[in-house]
Antibody, heavy 123, light 107 residues
Framework: QVQLQESGPGLVRPSETLSLTCTVSGGSISSGSYYWSWIRQPAGKGLEWIGR???????NYNPSLKSRVTISVDTSKNQFSLKLNSVTAADTAVYYC???????????????WGQGTLVTVSS | EIVLTQSPDFQSVTPKEKVTITCRASQSIGSSLHWYQQKPDQSPKLLIK???QSISGVPSRFSGSGSGTDFTLTINGLEAEDAAAYYC?????????FGGGTKVEIK
């Protein structure tokens, strides 16, 4: 059973950089046809896809955040990470990491999610 | 960007009633539409993939239909444990997008 767990500071100051890590267990981050994604959800609101990374290091970002986002992968630690710079209060949200399956014949969708971590941007 | 519009935003339903949630895409996405259930303080859980394909372990009262731009999630015989927010999600093109969500409350 694959499990994902987010970790990182729960409080970030405005204009600073939000940094989160997702640790994958129960399977190798390098195996199979998977992309590893970050998604966020402000309190009481819907889901916003931030971006994703393939094990090769290839990335795709949401154009709305692209100028501020970097997603990276560390296969030796079975982790991938999110950095969002120049944060404001509008970046306050629960941040989820999730696995995106991309297998011909099976499909392309999110199959496993982390439990989420609340990040508050405040001075 | 493909915009997904869900309706209604909120629904208060009596147990055993039928629930219908719709999701409309701003352009045709074939059947690349998936439904997720999110209970309070939990992460989303996949309910239906590719508009109508069932997921192992998901109760059979959940079903999906549609293609192109119009999709429906149906809960036949609502149970108390189904109180949650429901989101549609498209995987047809980047950026990946989600609908705004439908909150289902049990009367």
């Amino acid at each position: 059973q694959v499990q994902l767990q987010e970790s990182g500071p729960g409080l970030v100051r405005p204009s600073e950089t939000l940094s989160l890590t997702c640790t994958v267990s129960g399977g190798s981050i390098s195996s199979g046809s998977y992309y590893w994604s970050w998604i966020r959800q402000p309190a009481g609101k819907g889901l916003e896809w931030i971006g994703r990374i393939y094990t090769s290091g290839s990335t795709n970002y949401n154009p709305s955040l692209k100028s501020r986002v970097t997603i990276s992968v560390d296969t030796s630690k079975n982790q991938f990470s999110l950095k969002l710079n120049s944060v404001t209060a509008a970046d306050t949200a629960v941040y989820y990491c999730a696995r995106w399956i991309a297998v011909a014949g099976t499909g392309y969708y999110f199959d496993y999610w982390g439990q989420g971590t609340l990040v508050t941007v405040s001075s | 960007e493909i915009v997904l519009t869900q309706s209604p935003d909120f629904q208060s339903v009596t147990p055993k009633e039928k629930v219908t949630i719709t999701c409309r895409a701003s352009q045709s996405i074939g059947s690349s539409l998936h439904w997720y259930q999110q209970k309070p303080d939990q992460s989303p859980k996949l309910l239906i993939k590719y508009a109508s394909q069932s997921i192992s372990g998901v109760p059979s009262r959940f079903s999906g239909s549609g293609s192109g731009t119009d999709f429906t999630l149906t809960i036949n015989g609502l149970e108390a444990e189904d109180a949650a927010a429901y989101y549609c999600h498209q995987s047809s093109s980047l950026p990946l997008t989600f609908g705004g969500g439908t909150k289902v409350e049990i009367k």
